[in-house]
């Protein structure tokens, strides 16, 4: 680290004098803030190496009185995509320069999502994201009022909380539409969870689907996200042979799907085709390859914490961002057999 000509080492005043830029633009780079035009990045970044400037945490705390802390209230951790939202979460929080502070539910209630949220504020954190997939949520966050910005992952939020989501009702239309441009008419649904709101959202695109098209939803067979319960029902589908198609909650539900046909002599896509819901990384390795729909974590992650740093950093007032999911065709979907 360079020092300056007094002796000490470089401030964020001094960046600013050496990018020629004011000490807010400065904060804004430092922070990851999105409103800095590309070539004022570059300018204050080459500045930032050139000094070798550093930020001190527990200076600016002093200054901020902030703590530089976000807290993350999660739930149902073992399964892909809460996992995976918590990982993007934390890595846009660290790249903001922010801690993370994380609590874990194992049972998820109203007192136990208001204890967690109990020991963020003792913990003085600047603000909060929750990821607790169930429908319950909100309404916990609107008695608490914890007092400082929250974001709920999975809700467009509302006057009190902000709100950031993939669409999940987008996703879902879109895998039912390749369907039924594949030319399949009967089109079962194994959903998740229905006290889940993803579950819960993608059975209702599954069935807006259906109805857009003129034609009956009527196959709805609920999971509980794994892939024995795939497997189970995956079996009675194969007995039935009701559905020339079946779009799958989520991929490990897939994989028992794709293991209950295979056992049952289905043969997928040629006697049905199968479509999930996450594009898991080894969803490209199933046999057949899993068309699926993929849900983008790490943007999930980053706008969910820029929300959040504009109420915290700029006062700005609760909002809602929505990630759009993609649809990723392979080997798993084909037409009908004649």
């Known amino acids: 680290m360079t020092k300056t000509s007094s ?40 500045a930032i190496a050139e000094l070798g400037y550093r930020r001190n945490s527990a200076a600016r ?6 703590s530089q802390t976000i807290g993350v209230l999660a739930s149902e951790l073992s399964q892909f995509g809460p996992a995976n939202t918590l990982l993007g979460v934390e890595q846009a929080a660290r790249e903001a320069g922010y801690f993370v502070s994380i609590a874990a539910l194992r049972s998820v209630s109203s007192d136990s999502i208001a204890d967690s949220l109990r020991h963020f504020m003792d913990q003085s954190v600047d603000g909060i994201v ?13 008695e608490f009022k914890p ?8 809700s467009t939020g509302n006057a009190q909380v902000s709100g950031a989501m993939v669409d999940q009702r987008q996703g879902a239309e879109a895998a039912v539409g390749h369907l039924i441009a594949q030319g399949h008419r ?8 229905a006290d889940w709101i993803d579950g819960a959202v993608r059975a209702e695109g599954w069935r807006s689907a259906m109805k857009q098209a003129g034609l009956a939803a009527d196959l709805l067979l609920e999971g509980d996200w794994s892939a024995g ?28 799907v794709l293991r209950a046909f295979h056992e049952a002599g289905v043969a997928v ?43 915290i950093e700029d006062g700005a007032a609760t909002g809602s961002v929505v990630v759009a999911p993609e649809l990723v065709a392979r080997k798993s979907t084909a037409a009908p057999a004649t």
Do not use: W
């Open 186 to 193: 009967r089109i079962a649904h194994l959903s998740g969870p």
């Open 229 to 256: 319960s795939g497997y189970e029902l995956g079996r009675r589908l194969a007995s039935d042979r009701n559905a020339t198609a079946v779009f799958v909650g989520n991929d490990q539900m897939a994989l028992g």
């Open 269 to 311: 896509p040629d006697d049905v085709s199968v479509v999930g819901f996450d594009d898991q990384p080894e969803s490209g390795y199933f046999s057949p390859p899993l068309t699926t729909v993929r849900q983008d974590f790490e943007e999930l992650g980053r706008r969910c914490i820029e929300l959040m740093l504009r109420q």
């Open 61 to 66: 705390s002093l200054v901020t009185r902030r």
């Open 7 to 46: 002796g000490r080492l470089p401030r964020l005043e001094d960046v600013a004098q050496r990018a020629g830029v004011s000490h807010q633009t400065v904060s804004r780079v430092v922070n990851n803030h999105p409103n800095v035009s590309p070539a004022t990045r570059e300018k204050v970044e080459a």
């Open 147 to 154: 007092g400082v910005p929250v974001v709920a992952v999975g």
């Open 130 to 142: 929750v990821l607790v997939p169930h429908a319950r949520t909100l309404d916990v966050l609107e």
